[in-house]
């Protein structure tokens, strides 16, 4: 028998490539940090069987109608808004992504973004080093209070729960939309499911954890951005295109919004200029599953939906 073939597009945590060479399987990954790029992946796309892409990889149709073999695409990821899933599945080829695994360092991170465009932390950092801290000051770095506020949670599955569950800690009242109400959570954070609007009129600090769909995308457009509290500071660790950023932008500027925590991009990687300006506005490099745990969990989690559909027909974390 032929051993199955298998690409890794990048780098990641050697566990599953150790993981799929244990099983006979030829693994091909890149020896550095750099992405096999696009015309390779059209290369190999022919004779692969399994791939584990990263979410900045298109899995796309063109792509896609190349492949002769392809059983299953592991996506080194939770979101899959890279993947053409409806054409996948029309092909027979299984997706999965990456779960629960990294809900809790997601998490960590966008309530780390809220509590640091509150109290300022990136900015008073910068001003330390630049050797302005002459003293205490009554007036200095004033920021926002957390205990007590609103937070809306834009999206509750996975992720937005945890961050509730977080914000409940700090005291903070917790509303939410999303397509269904969820008990568990009410109870869990004391949250309130509440419609859009009434959301972003109510809220002191808004948290984005909804997946990048048709739907989503600039959820948080010029128009809805208008509904928004004034004053209010604005969250996003889902996917960038949820938020027109040139609307964002123009909020910002004229102090609509106090400030914003992003750590994804409409354009990523690209960052829109106006943003690098701003003391406002904390930017992160997309990195709230980095940790060494959590992105060594899904390499081997990657790495064994693979083995599962190979072995079985059947994956572990399935979405299509
Ligand atoms: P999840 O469990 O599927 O949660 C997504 C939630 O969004 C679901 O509760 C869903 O509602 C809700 N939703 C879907 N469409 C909506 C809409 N039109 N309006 C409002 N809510 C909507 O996924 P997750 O594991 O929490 O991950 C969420 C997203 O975070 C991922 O898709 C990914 O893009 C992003 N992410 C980013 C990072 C990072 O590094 N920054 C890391 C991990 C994940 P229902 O439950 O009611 O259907
Ligand atoms: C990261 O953004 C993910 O979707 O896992
Ligand atoms: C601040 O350092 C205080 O003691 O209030």
């Known amino acids: 028998m032929v051993a199955y073939r298998i690409l890794i597009t990048n780098k990641i945590p050697d566990i599953a490539a150790k993981l799929l060479r244990d099983k006979g399987y030829n693994v ?21 069987d399994g791939l584990i892409p990263l979410l900045s990889d298109p899995i796309d149709r063109p792509l896609l109608e190349k492949a002769k073999r392809l059983k299953v695409i592991a996506n080194y990821a939770v979101g899959y808004n890279n993947i053409d899933i409806e054409y996948a599945r029309q ?39 630049e ?29 937005g729960q945890a961050v509730g569950r977080r914000a409940a800690g700090f005291e903070m009242n917790v509303l939410y939309t999303s397509r269904s109400p969820k ?20 809220s002191d600090f808004i948290s984005i954890h909804c997946p990048l769909t048709a739907e989503t995308r600039h959820l948080i457009n010029r128009q809805n951005i208008s509904k928004i509290k004034r004053g209010a500071y604005l969250i996003n660790t889902a996917r ?14 004229n102090g609509h919004l106090a400030g914003a925590g992003l750590d994804v991009y409409e354009f990523e990687p690209r960052i829109t200029a106006d943003l690098l300006t701003m003391d406002n ?5 997309h990195i709230g599953s980095a940790t060494y745990d959590t992105r ?12 599962s559909v190979l072995e079985t027909g059947k994956a572990l974390t399935p979405v299509n």
């Open 183 to 202: 008990a568990d959570f009410e109870e869990a954070a004391k949250a309130k499911y509440v419609d859009l609007n009434t959301l972003l009129a109510k």
């Open 91 to 129: 092909k027979g080829i299984i997706v999965t992504n990456t779960p629960d695994i990294l809900t809790n360092a997601t998490a960590d991170l966008a309530f780390a973004l809220l509590l640091s465009t509150a109290k300022r932390i990136v900015e008073a950092d910068r001003f330390v080093r």
């Open 28 to 48: 091909l990954i890149p020896e550095d940090e750099r992405s096999v790029g696009r015309e390779q992946l059209e290369r190999e796309i022919t004779q692969i």
């Open 281 to 285: 506005v904390i930017l992160l490099p």
């Open 296 to 307: 060594s969990k899904m390499a081997e989690l990657a790495a064994k939906n693979i083995i």
């Open 131 to 159: 050797g302005k801290f002459t003293g205490w000051g009554p007036l200095l770095m004033l920021g926002a209070d957390v205990t007590g506020k609103t937070l809306g949670i834009i999206g509750a599955g996975r992720i």
């Open 240 to 253: 960038g295109p949820v938020i027109e950023e040139t609307a964002l932008i123009e909020a910002l500027k």
